[in-house]
């Protein structure tokens, strides 16, 4: 198991060298489950993608075709719980709390009680490669006042043609000023419409009853590149986004080399 909190060497390195904060918070009981899931449009920390290679984080090692990698992290809250642990999947998807399999690389509809592992992020669920190229990063963000745990899948293939490839990220934020202290954010730099057509993008909770499928298998709306969704439980209304003064030397000391990177 990969540890984040006391050993996370990843963060460690960040750390001292661009003032990084890692943020250990206490564990809150809260609702036993969500009410309900939503996904929508919406405009995350970074005002995009922020590529986590940027930081000079390292790609996990160890990562090949349909694996799932688990790390302790700080606290966070999704679907009324609070969560230390995830479950990075090869395949385009967060498993909250973490889990001894992967899931299956052909993907489903969410919610799906039958399917296991639950507790499920899919920001691109669908059959990756990542034995041919690519990379997926984990870390550590803030911006002064917020901090995030952010997941990063970098140029990660398609299983059956390699040449395509897509880049996205999942941000969590530990101590979000969202009700009821949630914020989960997919972030899209350059994808396309899954192996063979087939993705998912969407959520659940642990009991794989409530969640919702923003997009299936060519049904829903792709987001696309350069987008962002929110990820919102318990039915509460999706907030305006804010403007965001970015401060430190965290993610403003990298804004204008986000500009850049994208160029």
Same mark, same amino acid.
């Given at each position: ?90 395949? =385009?998807?967060? *498993?909250?709390? /973490?889990?001894? &399999?992967? +899931? ?5 509809? !969410? @919610? ?105 298998? =060519?049904?829903? *709306?792709?987001? /696309?590149?350069? &987008?962002? +969704? ?5 039915? !509460? @209304? ?26």
């Amino acid at each position: 198991m990969k540890i984040i909190v006391g050993q996370f060497k990843l963060l460690t390195k960040i750390c001292m060298a661009l003032s990084l904060v890692l943020l250990c918070l206490p564990m809150i009981a809260l609702n036993a489950s969500a009410g309900s899931i939503t996904i929508s449009p919406t405009v995350g920390p970074a005002g995009g993608y922020l590529a986590l290679s940027l930081f000079g984080i390292s790609p996990i090692a160890g990562v090949g075709d349909d694996t799932i990698t688990n790390f302790i992290v700080p606290s966070f809250n999704y679907a009324g719980e609070s969560w230390n642990r995830i479950g990075v999947g090869s395949d =385009g998807y967060l *498993i909250v709390a /973490g889990a001894a &399999s992967a +899931l299956p690389s052909t993907n489903t509809m !969410l @919610p799906n009680a039958g399917l296991s592992p639950k507790n499920i992020l899919a920001p691109f669920w669908t059959n990756l490669d990542l034995s041919t190229d690519g990379a997926i990063r984990i870390g550590a963000l803030t911006n002064g006042t917020d901090s995030w745990i952010v997941t990063d899948w970098a140029g990660v293939p398609n299983k059956t043609d390699t040449s395509i490839k897509n880049t996205f990220e999942v941000w969590i934020g530990l101590n979000s000023d969202i009700n009821p202290g949630e914020d989960i954010i997919f972030s899209y730099d350059s994808i396309g419409s899954g192996d063979n057509n087939l993705l998912t993008i969407g959520a659940e909770d642990k009991t794989g009853a409530v969640g919702a499928t923003y997009y299936y298998n =060519g049904t829903g *709306i792709n987001p /696309g590149s350069e &987008s962002e +969704l929110r990820v919102a439980t318990d039915g !509460l @209304p999706v907030p305006e986004p804010a403007t965001m003064l970015l401060l430190g030397s965290g993610l403003l000391g990298l804004w204008g080399a986000r500009k850049k990177f994208k160029k």
